[in-house]
């Protein structure tokens, strides 16, 4: 079997190139990637030699054409990925989430290629704290931010052309993931990032709201079962039963690395910022089998601190330009 995987220099992508090629010989991987500021091609480095690396754009049909036409299987990674960017800029989002995803969508077509659409549980839009519901795949598309509705418009494209077009599909919506490899915007690498430079750790609002972690592994386990067993034209959500509040994972950050648990300040909200999101993986466990290894969070974490401590390499080149964006926000 052959593989394209987009966005496969980003933080999940990235991950899910290497569990392949560690798990599964038989999967030859090409991966488009246009290498935005999220994108990095050293995190294919323990790859090396082993994966077909394309440098270009899922917006711009030609190349996607060309490299579709030789797969069996498309795995869609790539997109703009964070919340407060997609507040200060939405173009980008449109462009990559939605035009991105018809021009793959309009190639698998053509060349009826199996496609998997990657994307997350925020098109649900977000939870009361004290709701004993979570999101199942009945659950109304309600998103909030430019972000999330690019990501629900793009799933809507793909459930369109499944059922106008016959397209063979299938969807996951996941929740939040963390692991190594992550960009240093992101929560828990940002966190981890600012204590190991003696920098405060910096909690949007009240610090309650919730946030249902899931180590990328897991996520990237359940995408190959639903890719081998799953029913085409379904969605399957991801999820690992890891609600925390983004207090409790800050001071659990701060403690794994000796720091007082209270060592961190308060700062303006994130417009708009969801409360909380849980996600119901019943559907996905039952019907497919699949169970998280990483069912252990604070474990999890404990391991992704040491990565970002063994790593500054890899990190220490995004960091400034990070934190000059989130200083112009106030957060
Ligand atoms: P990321 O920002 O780390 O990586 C995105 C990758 O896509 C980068 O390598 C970037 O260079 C590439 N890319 C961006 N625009 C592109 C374009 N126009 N053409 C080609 N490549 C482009 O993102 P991530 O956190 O790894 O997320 C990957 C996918 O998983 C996204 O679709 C995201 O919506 C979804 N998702 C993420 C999470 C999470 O917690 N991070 C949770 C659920 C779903
Ligand atoms: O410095 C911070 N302080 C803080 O309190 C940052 C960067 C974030 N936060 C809060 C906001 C959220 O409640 O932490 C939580 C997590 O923030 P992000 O890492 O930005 O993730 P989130 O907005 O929840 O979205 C993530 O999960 C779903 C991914 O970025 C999305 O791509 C995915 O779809």
Redesign the pocket.
Known sequence: MHVLVTGGAGFIGSNFVHQTVRERPDVRVTVLDALTYAGDERSLEPVEGKVVFAKGDVADPDIVDSLVKDVDLVVHFA?E????NSLHDPWPFLRTNIIGTYQLLEAVRRHDVRYHHIS???VYGDLELDDPAKFTPETPYNPSSP??ST?ASSDLLVRAWARSFGVRATISN????YGPYQHV????P??ITNVIDGVR?????S?E?V?DWIHVEDHNSAVWAIVERGRLGETYLIGADGEES?KTV?EDILEIMGRPRDAYDL?SD?PG??MR?AIDSTKLREELGWVPRYENFRTGLEATVAWYQANEAWWRPQKDATEAK?AQLG?
């Open positions: 997109a990925s964070h919340n407060d997350t549980d925020e972000y999330s990501k996941c929740s939040n993931n915007e992101k929560f828990i940002r966190q750790p910096k909690l949007y609002g610090g709201n946030r983004n800050v700062v994130r910022h969801d999101y989130y957060r």
